[in-house]
């Protein structure tokens, strides 16, 4: 399996993983032809696919929840926001019936490490981001030992942290273009109003709700929308910091194309210690991968290669099967372990997955 732009669809591809929008089966795994549906996907605004090809063979993509589960999230979290918009927030018995069923499956896989991209429309970014924040922070928590009932409490925070966006101006909101200095204080009010929305629901503890509040607060004052420091900001607002940046710097957005997860990755090191907390920066980059799985990598020795699988804690060195040279023209395909093979690294920057030549 491996992640392909839909400009990039062949014959041979079949499709690895099956493709949702607004929690209805669009494409199942398995769909072959996929070329015929390129215009409405990208209609859609889906310009990625994760497929079957010779290249791929054998090689899976892990997700520490199930397929099914990860759809189930998004439509509790859709009919929960739903239910904001029309001022009837109470009950929100659904939502933590799929957050056990979240921590269910995380605990059980908590020693994989992912990095998974969820193929969907644009329309559907805000609650495939809210789901995916929340699967990162709970990885991250589960490193930390968390009880239970803690997990619990940051889940249902993480993923209600973004609830005060439905309450805000659709069109200022996605605008394409730079935001005026009048239009991101405006947007910046998300967090209070998400903090009041959830104050309304008594089944929401409070160190659920200061996540709403303060995921865009920095350890060095410049977050919003107290900017407050350090020692104000507690350790579930610091884990929710990181995982939100994470998944939306490495997702498509309305305003830009997302990052790779290796210069991402390089931002929250960047800001360790400044804006991010170190230690957890230090033990969020050990349960994601910096080259996922099914990834098309450029080789040190010129070569180009797939990403095959991980070594554990080691990220920077998977094992590789080899497919091209230097000139992009396709060889015996072998396969190479980075972590016995120290010579030879993967050079920074993404392979351009829109490139004419296709891989």
């Known amino acids: 399996m491996r ?22 089966l669009i494409l199942k795994a398995g769909q072959k032809d996929l070329m ?39 439509r509790v979290l859709r009919d929960t926001i739903g239910k904001v918009s029309n001022g009837a927030l109470g009950d929100t018995g659904e939502i933590g019936g799929i957050i056990n069923t979240i921590l269910d499956e995380i605990l059980y896989n908590k020693d994989v490490q992912i990095s998974l991209n969820d193929i969907c429309a644009t329309d559907d970014y805000t609650f495939s981001h809210s789901v995916s924040t929340t699967v990162y922070s709970l990885l991250l928590a589960s490193r930390l030992n968390y009880s239970r009932s803690m997990l619990e409490k940051l889940a249902i925070g993480t993923l209600l942290h973004d609830v005060g966006k439905v309450l805000l101006d659709k069109e200022i909101l996605f605008k394409e273009e730079t935001l005026t200095e009048e239009e991101f204080e405006y947007v910046k009010q998300h967090t209070v109003l998400g903090y009041d929305t959830l104050k309304k629901c008594t089944c929401i503890t409070e160190l659920s709700r200061i996540i709403a509040l303060s995921h865009h ?39 830009r194309k997302k990052w790779s997860n290796e210069k ?28 996922p799985n099914g990834s098309i990598v450029h ?4 070569f180009y290669g797939i990403v095959k699988c991980q070594n554990k804690n080691m990220s920077g060195r998977p094992v590789v099967r080899v497919f091209a040279d230097s000139q992009r023209r396709e060889i015996d395909m072998y396969e190479i372990d980075l972590l016995q093979n120290l010579s030879i690294t993967i050079l920074e920057g993404e392979v351009e997955l829109n490139s004419d030549v296709s891989f």
Do not use: W
Not at 49 to 56: A, E
Not at 237 to 254: E, G, N, P, Q
């Open 3 to 24: 992640l392909v732009s839909t400009s990039m669809l062949s014959a041979d591809m079949i499709l690895a993983k099956s493709i949702y929008h607004n929690d209805c």
């Open 264 to 291: 991402a990755v390089n931002y929250l090191i960047e800001y360790a210690g400044t804006m991010f907390d170190t230690e957890l920066v230090r033990t969020f980059i050990q349960v994601i991968t910096i080259y």
């Open 299 to 302: 080789l040190s020795n010129g």
């Open 36 to 74: 015929r549906y390129i215009n409405h996907l990208n209609n859609m605004g889906i310009e990625y696919l994760y497929i079957d090809d010779k290249k791929s063979e054998g090689i899976e993509v892990p997700d520490v929840i199930s397929e099914k589960t990860r759809v189930k999230c998004k």
């Open 217 to 255: 607060e920095r350890l060095d004052g410049s977050g919003y929308p107290k900017g407050v420091r350090e020692a104000e900001i507690h350790e579930f607002v610091r884990i929710v910091a990181i995982a939100d940046v994470y998944d939306a710097l490495t997702s498509d957005r309305c305003y």
